[in-house]
Nanobody
Framework: VQLQASGGGLVQAGGSLSLSCTAS????????MGWYRQAPGKQRELVAMATSGGGTKSADSVKDRFTISRDNNVMTLQMSSLKPEDTAVYYCAAGPVAPEYWGRGTLVTVSS
C-alpha cells in the first residue's frame, strides 16, 4: 500500500488549508484511513480518521474546525480556523484496523 499526500503549506492564523491522501496498491483490506500530526518536540497524535463504512472520529482539539471525508481510497482533511498550535507535520495513515501504512509527512505552518 502506498499513500500519497498533498496539500499543506503556510497559512495565517484563521485561514484554511486542505490535505488530500490517495491510497494505491493492495487497498482491498484498508478499512481505516486517518491523519496524524507531529509538532516539534511533541509526540505524534491522531487528528482525524475515517472508516470505509463512513464512520469518522476527530480529536477534541480540532473537532469544530477540521472535517475529514473519504471517498474509497481518497481521503481529504479540510482545515479551517487554523491556529499556530496546529503547526505540525501531518501524516496520512491507513490499515485494516489500526494504521499500518504511513505516507510521507506534509508540513502545515500556521503563522500568528
Amino acid at each position: 500500500v502506498q499513500l500519497q499526500a498533498s496539500g499543506g503549506g503556510l497559512v495565517q492564523a484563521g485561514g484554511s488549508l486542505s490535505l488530500s491522501c490517495t491510497a494505491s496498491g493492495s487497498i482491498l483490506n484498508i478499512n481505516v484511513m486517518g491523519w496524524y500530526r507531529q509538532a516539534p518536540g511533541k509526540q505524534r497524535e491522531l487528528v482525524a480518521m475515517a472508516t470505509s463504512g463512513g464512520g469518522t472520529k476527530s480529536a477534541d482539539s480540532v473537532k469544530d474546525r477540521f472535517t475529514i471525508s473519504r471517498d474509497n481510497n481518497v481521503m481529504t482533511l479540510q482545515m479551517s480556523s487554523l491556529k499556530p498550535e496546529d503547526t505540525a507535520v501531518y501524516y496520512c495513515a491507513a490499515g485494516p484496523v489500526a494504521p499500518e501504512y504511513w505516507g510521507r509527512g506534509t508540513l502545515v505552518t500556521v503563522s500568528s
